[in-house]
């Protein structure tokens, strides 16, 4: 039995250590806060994917094709207007005339990592296809199910200034997204450094840490990150108080306490733990949940207002020690 154990425990203790190292070269390659590559780290082992609600110009494609290089996936990127067919993004049918039939061309959509810019920007239709492949997996076309990668992830962005010509995600299409994530402005040495010699390290792509094979297994650790029944029993307690609150019109459902489960094990991971901690869940509270929550009255759409309701929750909730 221990035989066994301790190959598995070292090269858990080596997939850690690429882990760290993966974190390291994406901070060097984006200046930002660091939470926020644990958090997208965090969510690509979880098979979660990301909604990132940022302004232009604080490095959104720089993360994600960073990310996407030290993982060792494929990467590709959509940039979504308001003519955007759902052909566009998923692939069709091309006739081959050679051949005289048709053949199921894919989109940029069969990709490992995919970048979506304004996911807003896209009209329903195409939102609908879009996330309707993210959550099954696979694209539907001429009657055959073309399946995607087992690793796909998405990073959608959406301004939240400019609002013409939009289509806000509903509800139960923000349900979809493990988590939601503003990157906010760089500090000011960061900020000095983008104008002095980081040129230097951007022309030195970042290069791959980790391999597909080697996310798949750190993806199946992820399941075994213990999580205590009384950490679990917290969580339900949370999302059933965010249901019984009248000032929330749409609470947490079972699926939003089965991503935050998910995601504070993943971040135990990246953190180079094998259990989950109290701290754990309140950091990931708000990334996981404030884009599901609904309020009753007033600032339906203001996340901040989410934000109060849940905070407020979590401090007259007994943490378990």
Same mark, same amino acid.
């Given at each position: ?10 090269? $858990? ?25 644990? $958090? ?46 759902? /052909? ?38 195409? =939102? ?29 962005? %959406? ?13 139960? %299409? ?31 792509? /970042? ?6 094979? /080697? ?53 135990? $991971? ?11 869940? =309140? ?10 929550? $609904? ?27």
């Amino acid at each position: 039995m221990d035989s066994k154990a301790e190959p598995h425990q070292d090269n $858990l203790d080596h997939l850690l250590s690429l882990l760290e190292q993966a974190h390291q070269s994406l901070a060097r390659h984006w200046l930002g806060d660091d939470f926020v590559i644990e $958090l997208l780290l965090a969510s690509v082992i979880a098979k979660g994917h990301v909604l990132v609600v940022d302004v232009p110009g604080v490095g959104k494609t720089t993360l994600a094709k960073g990310m996407a290089r030290v993982l060792g996936l494929d990467f590709n990127r959509v940039q979504f207007t308001n003519d955007i067919l759902p /052909a566009d993004v998923l692939g069709g049918a091309v006739y081959k005339q050679n051949e005289g039939r048709f053949e199921f061309s894919p989109g940029p959509i069969f990709t490992d990592f995919l970048l979506a810019d304004e996911i807003n920007r896209a009209p329903t239709r195409s =939102q609908s296809a879009f996330l309707q492949a993210m959550e099954e997996g696979y694209v539907a076309a001429d009657g055959a199910n073309h399946p995607l990668s087992d690793l796909f992830t998405v990073i959608a962005t %959406q301004n939240p200034i400019d609002f013409d010509s939009t289509n806000p995600l509903p509800e139960a %299409q923000l349900d979809r997204f493990l988590t939601c994530i503003s990157l906010g402005y760089p500090s000011l040495d960061s900020e000095l450094h983008l104008l002095g010699d980081y040129a230097s390290v951007v022309q030195e792509e /970042a290069s791959a840490v980790l391999n597909k094979e /080697a996310l798949r297994a750190l993806r199946e650790s992820c399941e075994s990150v213990f999580l205590h029944a009384d950490l679990a029993r917290y969580i339900i307690a949370l999302a059933r108080t965010t249901r019984e609150d009248e000032s929330i019109k749409l609470g947490i459902s079972p699926r939003g306490a089965m991503h935050l489960a998910n995601a504070c094990k993943a971040y135990a $991971l990246v953190n180079g733990r094998r259990q989950v901690s109290p701290e754990d869940i =309140q950091k990931l509270i708000p990334p996981v949940w404030n884009h599901r929550l $609904l309020p009753r009255h007033g600032r339906d759409s203001d996340s901040t207002h989410a934000h109060e309701l849940m905070q407020a929750i979590v401090e007259k909730t007994p943490v378990p020690r």
